[in-house]
């Protein structure tokens, strides 16, 4: 019925049935039609559609997201637990992810170490241990902000919904253990020897090309490999199997070792075992298995085409392990190895390697574009020749020398070392020339969240310009990949032919950051940038996790201006971080502010200035002197926007405001931003009656130790009628208008009762 070689039609409608039991509105109906269409030519038989109909319908229910259980928050009293994963090691922490017998469901358990010294896992806590579980139990941290990372859904598609944390060893007791624990604790310790045996600045890459952790990377080199999408090269896939399987088969057979046919039984009866020396993420799974299945049937000199055995390798897969189905990694790899597979007449065409190099480069990017763009915001178009130049590097030369090295660790460890620096020192040079080189290429193209109706597209486009270029039609295949393109160029450009405008309260926790994008793009502006607070060790956090993703999702490149109410870092901290980030043209601050930032243009106001961004004026209305504090040396702002007047007021006291009430005693506010984080020091009632706030806009952070917002402040504010939104209880708050009306939103579902 299914003939050979035509495997991969029935698991793309099971695929395609997963994606449809995850959509709605418009892209549910487009795909619809596109799968009726295509079932309809791809038709032998009325039983072939029959078929196919049902591994659609099947993908449908099996694949499609599972309601999250009901998770009851606090102390879990006495639980039977299993442990289902490697126990991972911090010196802040010790995790794992345990299956719970009573209701059986999975959950993140983890320990915080609040000591000084570093705390060892008790030795009876590994994989597949029966354990006794006592600890505080609450939901994952959701994103609370558009563009943000998802923690809960991240771990909601791996089938986690609830976090477990300990508070002391003693709450987790374990005994047994599972015969795989042997095979995660060899691998520990396989790794602890290669880090002892070479030098410090040969493991980290050791580490991310053999063993699977990128993570031990210089933060700056991870960022650039993301920025020329050469990440894949980080993330142990075919290319890295491949290297090792080949390497070891060379070994084997040409030093004389062993026959073709003994080189062929080792290298079957190692892969398993390699699969988890990296790591066993998705991408290794797939290209491990593709490769021991393809040496046993050619070991039983049985025929298969490889587009079944990828097709057959997808389905047994996500019959195991439907999460993998919204797995990044799971994606581009079978993306990006069906897209070549296919396009294997196109790339044999050339008899030159260069030619087939870049056709290999450039099937590879665009196949997997959209869902690089839906969860990263940006492509660098000049990737492709980052590609041709650093994946050759890497493949001859880099991973084949710490495959030896790796060798040389387990065979002649005294050596290792020297060898390791003789390898290493030639690679970092290497490696920072090319970065110097390629700073003035790094021009990143940010679309934005890509809209799935433009995924579907694209991908229509696609496929069509992959057929005729395969058939040789390259005049129509070329006007199919133009399509392609235009797509994404036109879903870039809707910001700037749209005459809505919208303004972002983020939810940064404890800080202010708004976010003002004018109709039309005619400009964007941030007004306070906050960061987080003091004593976190990384100052960028609050910029990389929230403020940033925000913009990128929006396709915003450029920033017309950050006005910054203070110096304190609830309202600063993320400024720097954004001007390296982004091209930001001007920061207005105050006389009172100790302006330190650098590459950016300063420019001081003082009241009365009427400031004018991108044909958009703010009044500035304070502060008139030094008070002696940041706070009270805040700058407030008075502005229209959509219909509606905005009072922006920093951390002003009620001193503060007393004085702006006698300043401007006509002044009113629609929209006020309640100063201090609804701190009792400010809000007073004199002040809030004075205004009659339509809408009040606060943000605070969740279990803030000042207490913010204070009950007294909350009172007053409802009492006056006005309509509260607070970013710890509503997330990011959004106002989308157009000409002189709009509407306010919450990411959050809006709960008027603040309970």
């Not at 010790?94 to 060892?120: C, G, K, R, Y």
């Not at 699969?275 to 046993?296: D, E, H, K």
């Amino acid at each position: 019925m299914i003939g050979k070689g035509r495997w991969h039609i029935p698991v793309t409608a099971f695929v395609l049935g997963g994606v449809l039991s995850r959509l709605s509105g418009v892209p549910l109906w487009f795909l619809i039609g596109i799968i009726i269409s295509w079932i309809f030519l791809m038709r032998q038989s009325f039983s072939y559609v029959v078929i196919l109909l049902c591994f659609c319908l099947f993908g449908y229910y099996y694949l499609s997201p599972l309601t999250p259980p009901s998770i009851k928050s606090g102390p879990t009293g006495l639980l039977s637990i299993t442990i289902s994963s490697d126990v991972k090691e911090t010196p802040q922490t010790i995790q794992m992810e345990v299956t719970l017998q009573d209701p059986q469901n999975e959950a993140l358990v983890i320990f915080f170490n609040d000591q000084n010294e570093p705390v060892s896992r008790p030795q009876s806590w590994h994989h597949g241990a029966e354990c006794i579980l006592e600890g505080s139990r609450e939901e994952i941290d959701k994103s609370t902000n558009p563009g943000q990372f998802d923690y809960r859904e991240f771990l909601a598609n791996q089938g986690i919904y609830s976090q477990i944390e300990l508070s002391s060893i003693e709450g987790l007791s374990c005994q047994n253990r599972s015969l795989l624990s042997y095979v995660y604790e060899w691998r520990s310790s396989l790794m602890e020897h290669v880090e002892k045996s070479v030098n410090d600045g040969a493991y980290p890459w050791m580490a991310a090309l053999i063993f699977g952790e990128a993570k031990l990377l210089d933060e700056s080199t991870i960022e650039w490999f993301r920025d020329f999408n050469l990440s894949h090269i980080l993330a142990i896939s075919g290319l890295h199997v491949g290297l090792t399987i080949g390497g070891l088969y060379f070994l084997i057979y040409r030093t004389g070792l062993g026959t073709i046919e003994q080189a062929k039984l080792l290298v079957i009866l190692i892969i398993p075992a390699y699969c988890f020396l990296a790591g066993a993420a998705p991408s290794v799974v797939r290209a491990s298995l593709m490769a021991f299945l393809i040496l046993i049937f050619r070991k039983l000199h049985v025929k298969i085409p490889i587009t079944d055995l990828l097709s057959l390798v997808a389905m047994s897969l996500l019959l195991l392990s439907p999460n993998y189905f919204t797995n990044i990694g799971f994606q581009f790899s079978f993306l990006v190895t069906m897209s070549l597979i296919y396009s294997l007449p196109i790339i044999e065409r050339s008899p030159f390697m260069l030619v087939q190099s870049a056709s290999i480069s450039l099937i590879s990017q665009l196949s997997i574009l959209p869902i690089q763009l839906y969860y990263f915001y940006e492509f660098n178009p000049l990737s492709l020749f980052a590609n041709l130049l650093i994946v050759p590097y890497f493949s001859f030369i880099v991973i084949p020398l710490l495959l030896f090295l790796f060798c040389v660790c387990l065979i002649v460890p005294g050596s290792a070392y020297k060898l390791s620096t003789i390898i290493i020192h030639p690679h970092e040079k290497i490696l920072y020339t090319l970065q110097n080189l390629s700073s003035p290429f790094n021009i990143q193209w940010i679309v934005g969240e890509l809209e799935t109706i433009y995924i579907l597209l694209y991908l229509f486009f696609f496929g069509f310009m992959m057929k005729e270029w395969i058939k040789e039609q390259l005049s129509r295949g070329f006007a199919a990949g133009v399509m392609a393109i235009c797509v994404l160029m036109f879903f870039s450009v809707i910001p700037y032919i749209s005459p809505f405008g919208r303004v972002t309260m983020l939810d940064i926790g404890q800080g202010d950051s708004f976010v003002v994008e004018l109709p039309y793009r005619r400009g964007v502006i941030l007004v306070d940038a906050g960061g987080p607070p003091v004593f976190t060790q990384d100052q960028n956090k609050t910029a990389d996790q929230i403020i940033t993703p925000y913009l990128k999702s929006r396709g915003i490149h450029y920033i017309d201006a950050i006005l910054i109410s203070h110096k304190d870092v609830d309202h600063s901290g993320s400024v720097q971080a954004l001007v390296d980030t982004f091209d930001v043209s001007k920061l207005f601050v105050s006389d009172y502010y100790a302006a330190d930032e650098k590459d950016v243009e300063i420019i001081r106001v003082r009241p009365e200035d009427h400031v004018l961004i991108a044909d958009h004026s703010f009044h500035v209305l304070y502060p008139k002197g030094d008070a002696g504090n940041p706070n009270d040396n805040s700058m407030v702002l008075w502005t229209e926007i959509g219909g509606l007047s905005w009072l922006f007021t920093g951390d002003i006291s009620t001193e503060n405001e007393a004085e702006l009430m006698e300043s401007y005693p006509s002044m009113k506010a629609d929209v006020l931003k309640v100063a201090h984080h609804g701190s009792n020091t400010s809000s007073s009632r004199e002040w809030v009656e004075w205004l009659k706030p339509e809408v009040s806009l606060l943000s605070a952070g969740r279990n803030n130790r000042y207490g913010h917002p204070h009950e007294e402040v909350l009172q007053r504010l409802e009492e006056s009628g006005s309509l509260l939104y607070v970013t710890k209880t509503h997330g990011a708050v959004q106002y989308v208008f157009s000409g002189s009306s709009g509407t306010f939103s919450t990411f959050l579902p809006y709960n008027a009762s603040r309970e």
